[in-house]
Each structure stands twice: as structure tokens, then as C-alpha cells.
């Protein structure tokens, strides 16, 4: 009753989406986070302050980044979008994407709200990943 | 503006969901599904037809649930908790769990569901995560 979802169908969900959960490997371990991101050019992007999920993508850069919709147990999309994390370190390149993430994601976190009012976010990393993979299923149903 | 949360407000709050995101290495690269699952005595028990997950874990049995309570962007729990995946095998004590987590979710997929209406749920693989290791963070602001 599950069907696989077309690499449209998967792209789509990911367009639609800001909030996934990045799968990693840290400290050797599987580990999962929710990260907003932004989804441009078949690529996924994002930022963070430095920490643990920084620090396990530096050393293991093949992440994923699963994205879903739920509406209830029988109804639901969920997509994984396979990839490898890349600094973005080239300043305009940084100020570019970054500009992009403060436009769809104002909020942020507090810290770095207060970073982008001084007009620019010194710590976080801008990170890529560059997608070489999307996996996507479906469960459709229709109930009384 | 971050916090660790203490272990009892971790286990309070992966006993309070029923939705989290596991994370697992399939296919040698990161992989994070989204699943059911019940909190007892400080394990973590689901259930899933066979597929890549259950392959995955029966592959590289250190696995992560992650369970979130997200508010907004400035009001947020995350907890991870780390653990080995254990197929449970034993006829008497997989029925017991697979009735528990009937219970908790009596819709499950209309494929288990159909199977459950049957008395049993023959492919089913019941397992639990012996969670060794919970970790968690929150962010907690007041906004006027």
C-alpha cells in the first residue's frame, strides 16, 4: 500500500519543506538533528552554529537530510535526500547564502538573530549539501 | 540561550511523544526514518515490516531515536538517545510488546493493521533499542 515516490514527487516535498531532520555520524554513531534549510539548484543549505553536528560532518561528510509530511499513520510522505556536506567559506559566496537563510528563516535561533542585527553571523558555519541521491516513499489511503 | 536538559527532563520527554526519528547507517551512509515507537523502563520498542531500516540494524545494530518538541523557533526540545537495535524474537515476549504497541497505535499500516485483525502480525520484525547513552538540548526564550 506504500508506493515509491517519483524524483519529482521527492523534490517537491523538499521545495515545500524548511524543516528536516539531517542524519550524520558522530562520534562514530548514527545522530540526528533538526536543521531549517533552504533547497536551491538541487542542493541543500543551511548553517549552524559550531558544535557536534559541525564537527561530525567535518569528519564524516556524507549526510542525509530527511524531510516528510504526516497528515495522520496512513497518509504520509517521507524523502531522503543523500549527500555530502561542503563549507561554504568563500565570503560573498557565505553572505549570499546566508542572506538567504535570515530571509527565510528571520528567527533563527537568538544568538545568531542578535549576530545578523550586527549585520552578519561571525561564528556560523554556511554549509552545503551537495545532493547526489533522493529517495522518497508514500502511503496513501483513503479511510471513512 | 541554550541548555543541556537534565536526563529526567530527556526521558520526560521522549515518554511523552509517540513520533521520533531513528537514525541508522544503511548501505554504509547515514539514514533517519521517521517511527513510532513506546518508552518503557528506559527502552525504546517498535515494529516494521522488513525493509532497508530493519535491514540496516540487523547490519549495524548502534542506532539513535531523536524526539522533539518544537514550539517555534526559540522554544524547542531535542533529545537523542543511543542505544543497540535487539530483534525480539521470543514468541511470548514479542506478542506481549506487538499487543502494547496495538494498543498505543491502533492504526500502525493498514497492511499491519489488516494483519492485526487477523490475530497476529506474521512479518513484523518487534524490536527494542537498549538505550545506553540520553542526551538533550533546549532553547527557551519569552518573545513579547
Redesign the interface.
Known amino acids: 500500500?506504500?508506493r515509491t515516490l517519483t524524483q519529482t514527487e521527492a523534490r517537491d516535498l523538499i521545495a515545500a519543506n524548511k524543516?528536516g531532520?539531517?542524519?550524520?555520524?558522530a562520534e562514530?554513531?548514527?545522530?540526528?538533528?533538526?536543521i531549517?534549510y533552504i533547497f536551491e539548484d538541487g542542493q541543500i543549505y543551511s548553517h549552524s552554529l559550531p558544535g557536534l553536528k559541525i564537527e561530525a560532518m567535518r569528519t564524516e561528510p556524507?549526510?542525509?537530510?530527511?524531510v516528510?509530511r504526516?497528515e495522520?499513520?496512513?497518509n504520509?510522505r517521507?524523502v531522503?535526500a543523500?549527500g555530502a556536506f561542503e563549507e561554504i567559506r568563500v565570503p560573498s559566496e557565505r553572505n549570499d547564502v546566508l542572506g538567504k537563510l535570515l530571509a527565510q528563516?528571520p528567527?533563527?535561533?537568538?544568538?545568531e538573530s542578535l549576530m545578523a542585527e550586527d549585520g552578519n553571523a561571525p561564528n556560523s558555519v554556511v554549509f552545503r549539501i551537495v545532493v547526489d541521491r533522493i529517495t522518497g516513499v508514500a502511503?496513501e489511503?483513503w479511510r471513512e
Do not use: A
Not at 28 to 34: G, L
Not at 107 to 111: A, H, I, N, R
Open positions: 500500500m506504500s524543516l531532520h539531517l542524519g550524520c555520524i562514530s554513531r548514527p545522530y540526528v538533528v533538526p531549517n556524507h549526510v542525509c537530510l530527511q516528510e504526516i495522520d499513520n496512513f504520509w517521507s531522503v543523500y528563516f528567527l533563527l535561533t537568538p544568538v502511503e489511503c
